[in-house]
């Protein structure tokens, strides 16, 4: 089958700021797939008022994560590159999908529970019902694939429920989505303080964003746990060396990493140096898209054009699919 017939979807909250592992975990997977396949990539606004009442910084928001995935390489050219709010299709559809939705079930959901733990003062209705939300984003343009992490595997499993329901009830419509990864190896970026992997939620040095300063990346790279080198040839390294080879493996050459390697073995190894060339790399690597996303940023004219494109072109395919749901359902009375 043609893979531009193959429709793919996938959602990024505006929330915090793109970081090394949504780069290598996501955004780098979705620049590769908006060429084979047929994409669209949604700012989920919606979503982010389950979690973030005050609105007064989501345009800035939503602003910088365009700029982010489109600076890393996304294409409004290549995938439909659209913002939630601007397809009001997208709440039609979960209204329906919220009678096919138990509330037992959503009271279930991992990351409900989470979010009530966190914020025990805001437990509303849009929280429970997130998971179907996220069913609509997807099944709006009946895509099959969403290249997710795996912390969004259960909400994937919630949306093939009610995929389910609806085709069993009304008629098939949807196909089951799947979580989708570009060629099966999901990479892992470890986080600098050699505990478990990059994320927004580690301590502010353990994590390095894309919109940080060459200073700040040097820095973080620099305080990163090292030892007095390994005390024997061949020793096997220890968690947080791991971490640095893997990520120097992500940005500097297979040339410059084999030395490393071959130091670390013969144990010549100076961390020092090491983690000068790391710091090197990176900041040859997130400068120009750190750059590049602050233009963009600040040409508001230009992305207002992508997002007013984006919702053109979500919108008739959303259109198309409420048709079919509406004629499934039984609500075309005229
Ligand atoms: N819930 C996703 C996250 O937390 C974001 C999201 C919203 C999404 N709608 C989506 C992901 C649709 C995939 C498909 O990252």
């Known amino acids: ?29 979705y620049v590769r797939l908006q060429q084979e396949y047929s994409c669209f ?33 996304l294409d409004p050219e290549q995938a439909v590159l659209y913002c939630q709010s601007h397809v009001p299709e997208t709440a039609e559809l979960y209204l329906y999908l919220n009678m096919l939705a138990y509330v037992g079930e959503l009271e279930k959901t991992v990351t409900f529970k989470e979010k009530v733990r966190l914020h025990p003062d805001n437990v509303n209705a849009g929280l429970l019902t997130y998971p179907v939300l996220q069913t609509a984003d997807i099944i709006l343009h009946r895509a ?18 009610f995929v389910n ?13 799947q979580a989708f990864n570009f060629g099966e190896e999901l990479i892992k970026v470890p986080s600098l303080d050699g505990t478990g992997k990059m994320s927004k939620s580690e301590n502010q040095y353990a994590t390095l964003y894309l919109a940080d300063s060459d200073e700040l990346i040097k820095k973080k790279i620099m305080r990163a746990k090292t030892d007095a080198g390994p005390a024997a040839p061949f020793a096997e390294k220890p968690d947080y060396i791991v971490n640095l080879f ?37 900041i040859k690597f997130i400068a120009p ?32 699919t409420l048709r079919l ?10």
């Open 1 to 29: 089958m043609d893979k531009k017939k193959q429709i793919v979807m996938s959602g990024i909250r505006p929330t915090g700021f793109l970081h090394l592992g949504n780069y290598f975990g996501a955004v780098r997977n």
């Open 41 to 73: 990539f949604m700012v989920a606004d919606l979503h982010s008022l389950t979690t973030h009442p005050d609105t007064s910084s989501l345009k800035g928001h939503v602003y910088r994560v365009l700029s982010e995935n489109i600076a890393c390489g």
């Open 144 to 161: 099959a694939l969403v290249p997710v992490g795996k912390d969004q595997e259960q909400h994937l499993e919630m949306a093939r429920n």
């Open 165 to 177: 329901r609806f085709n069993h009830r009304y008629g098939e419509i949807f196909p089951e989505p």
């Open 246 to 282: 893997q990520l120097m493996q992500l940005v500097s050459e297979p040339s410059t990493l084999s030395q490393f390697e071959t130091a670390y073995n013969d144990c010549t190894i100076r961390y020092g140096d090491m983690k000068s060339q790391l710091a090197a790399d990176m």
């Open 289 to 320: 898209i750190r750059e590049k996303a602050l233009l963009l940023q600040q040409d508001s004219a230009y992305l207002q054009k992508v997002m007013e494109a984006g919702a053109q072109k979500a919108r008739e395919s959303a259109r198309e």
């Open 325 to 334: 749901v509406k004629e499934a359902m039984g609500l075309n009375y005229y």
